[in-house]
């Protein structure tokens, strides 16, 4: 494969030099920008397969650029901020941000993620995924009925049965909460003993392994604490 460009885009040059660095040694070609405007400007002369985006910025912010961009170009932007409020991480995805990371970054993290949308997106020809018949699709996840499994950015995951028909639950109420017992009966078709919430515990967590790629901060499956557990919506 031909090598692939990121576009880096903060006002803190340490923090562009820095991650600059990290994704040459992974072997990416990087373009650097210090604010919005200079971000497109770049995106109208240079081919970009992904572009890192910090939020606060001069001249034109994070969020305003991405507005933008997202008029004319469908390449993944992986939102890079301080901001770690709830409302400032959907904003950026409902403006169509494919993901988003807080400052500070683990490299190790930061770097996964990026290989994980550039091959969900050239795995895609440049778009999203569709869901198509005897799918169902959330984002860049798709659990497959026919082959019972789940592709995560363009790779196969492999599921047991009981990993399989829980995702399923969960994917087709995406954002609906499921109590433990709720779950255990609708997956294992018993009644709910007091000792079910570990088994599905259990299983969730494998799920999560085997989905995220930080399994202790899940993009899909989340657990709502003294409640159960839903699929995020995206």
Do not use: C
């Not at 090598?3 to 072997?27: H, M, W």
């Not at 920008?33 to 995106?43: H, K, P, Q, S, T």
């Not at 091959?119 to 659990?143: C, F, M």
């Amino acid at each position: 494969m031909e090598e692939q460009t990121i576009l880096v885009v903060d006002d803190n040059k340490e923090i562009v030099f820095s991650l600059g660095k990290l994704l040459e040694y992974e072997g990416y070609h990087i373009l650097k920008a210090y604010d919005g405007m200079e971000a497109l400007e770049i995106l109208q002369a240079n081919t970009v397969d992904l572009i890192l985006l910090d939020v606060m910025m001069p001249r034109l912010n994070g969020l305003s650029a991405l507005m933008k961009l997202r008029q004319a170009y469908k390449i993944p932007v992986i939102i890079l901020s301080a901001k770690t409020e709830e409302s400032d991480k959907v904003s950026g995805l409902i403006m169509g941000a494919d993901d988003y990371i807080a400052k500070p970054y683990n490299p190790a993290e930061l770097t996964a993620r990026v290989a994980a949308q550039l091959r969900r997106y050239h795995t895609w020809g440049g778009s999203a995924p569709k869901a198509q018949e005897d799918q169902l699709v959330n984002g860049s996840l798709i659990l497959d009925r026919k082959t019972k499994e789940a592709i995560v950015d363009g790779t196969n995951v492999k599921l047991t049965a009981k990993e399989y028909k829980i995702l399923e639950l969960l994917m087709e109420h995406p954002g609906q909460v499921f109590s433990a017992e709720k779950i255990y009966e609708r997956v294992w078709k018993e009644v709910a003993a007091f000792t079910v919430e570990n088994t599905v515990m259990v299983h969730i967590r494998h799920i999560r392994e085997k989905l995220e790629i930080d399994p202790k901060n899940p993009k899909y499956v989340k657990v709502v604490w003294g409640i159960g557990y839903k699929m995020e919506k995206y």
